[in-house]
């Protein structure tokens, strides 16, 4: 059973020289990880932005779901 989609990307952002190092990913550009959770009809039931652009995307996936504020959906059984 499926109940949406979830993906990740990179948005391209400018940091201070104090952060380049942090946010600059794998393919050499300073990006923000952001993580996105769709349903069925389209609409965004969860993102999250921010995360520096040299983390790796199971860490932020990780994060949301230890995020006690967010309950993840689950198919119905």
């Not at 948005?11 to 794998?26: E, S």
């Not at 860490?59 to 198919?75: E, I, T, Y």
Request: with cysteine; proline share 4%; glycine share 8%.
């Amino acid at each position: 059973d499926c109940i949406g989609a979830m993906d990740g990307t990179h948005v391209p952002c400018i940091v201070g020289a104090d952060l380049q190092t942090a946010f600059r990913n794998r393919k050499g550009f300073t990006s923000q990880n952001v993580l996105a959770i769709v349903d069925f009809d389209m609409k965004f039931t969860y993102v999250v932005a921010g995360w520096e652009g040299s983390v790796h995307d199971a860490r932020v996936l990780r994060d949301a779901q230890c995020d006690q504020s967010f309950r993840f959906s689950h198919p119905p059984t």
